[in-house]
C-alpha cells in the first residue's frame, strides 16, 4: 500500500527565501507525481506533473524533482513570497500526504 | 471548460439526515474520484469510477457511504444516515484517462453534521 510523507508539517521563511520542500513514497512503481497547492477553504490547485520518466519539471519559480529509486520528490521555491503562502501537497498515484504548511512572512 | 463543479459548496444538516454531495466531471475525463478531507487525517481516497463503472470502494468508511455515476456527467456521494464524525471536506477529482496524466479537483463541499 502506498503511503506518502511530507516533511516537514509546516515552514515560516521571510520574504525572499528560496526553499524546499520534501515527499517521500514508499512504492516507487509509480506512473507520476503531481504537487498541488490548496488555499484555506478552497480546493486543490494542480502545480506540476512528474511523469515517473522524468528527473523534473519547472514552472515559473517552481521546480520539482523525482527521484523513484530512492521514493523521494522536492518541491524548490525560488524567492518566496507572501502570495506562495499555502499548503503544498504530494500525491503519488492519487495518495496524498498530509502537507506542508507554508507561512511566508513580509 | 468550467472544471470539476460540485453543490452544494456547504451543507449542515442534523445527525440521521441524508446528504447527497454532487459532482458533475470535466467533459471527456474518463476517471472520477471522492475524496474526504479531515485536519487529523488528510485526504482520503473513498471511491473512484472509470467510465461510470466504480472500480474501487475499498476507502468507502461504513455502509452509510454510497456513491453514484449514472452517467459521464454527473456524480453524488450519499451519506444516510449522516453522523457527526462524517463532517469534513468532500471533494471530487477527475483525470482524462491513462496513467500520466494530471488531476484536477473541484472546489469541495464542506459537511458539517451538528
Known amino acids: 500500500k502506498q503511503e506518502v510523507t511530507q516533511i516537514p508539517a509546516a515552514l515560516s521563511v521571510p520574504e525572499g527565501e528560496n526553499l524546499v520542500l520534501n515527499c517521500s513514497f514508499t512504492?516507487?512503481?509509480?506512473?507520476?507525481l503531481q504537487w498541488f497547492r490548496q488555499d484555506p477553504g478552497k480546493g486543490l490547485t494542480s502545480l506540476l506533473l512528474i511523469q515517473s520518466s522524468q528527473r523534473e519539471q519547472t514552472s515559473g519559480r517552481l521546480n520539482a524533482s523525482l527521484d523513484k529509486s530512492s521514493g523521494r520528490s522536492t518541491l524548490y521555491i525560488a524567492a518566496s513570497q507572501p502570495g506562495d503562502s499555502a499548503t503544498y501537497l504530494c500525491a503519488v498515484k492519487l495518495v496524498f500526504g498530509k502537507g506542508t504548511k507554508l507561512t511566508v512572512n513580509p | 471548460d468550467a472544471g470539476v463543479i460540485q453543490s452544494p459548496r456547504h451543507e449542515v444538516t442534523e445527525m440521521g439526515q441524508e446528504v447527497t454531495l454532487r459532482c458533475k466531471p470535466i467533459?471527456?475525463?474518463?476517471?472520477l474520484f471522492w475524496y474526504r478531507q479531515t485536519m487529523m487525517r488528510g485526504l482520503e481516497l473513498l471511491i473512484y469510477?472509470?467510465?461510470?463503472?466504480?472500480?474501487?470502494d475499498s476507502g468507502m468508511p461504513e455502509d452509510r457511504f454510497s456513491a453514484k455515476m449514472p452517467n459521464a456527467s454527473f456524480s453524488t456521494l450519499k451519506i444516510q444516515p449522516s453522523e457527526p464524525r462524517d463532517s469534513a471536506v468532500y471533494f471530487c477529482?477527475?483525470?482524462?484517462?491513462?496513467?500520466?496524466?494530471?488531476?484536477?479537483f473541484g472546489q469541495g463541499t464542506r459537511l458539517t453534521v451538528v
Open positions: 512504492d516507487s512503481a509509480i506512473y507520476n
Open positions: 467533459s471527456g475525463h474518463d476517471y
Open positions: 477529482a477527475n483525470i482524462k484517462g491513462g496513467k500520466n496524466t494530471e488531476a484536477f
Open positions: 469510477f472509470n467510465n461510470n463503472v466504480p472500480i474501487d
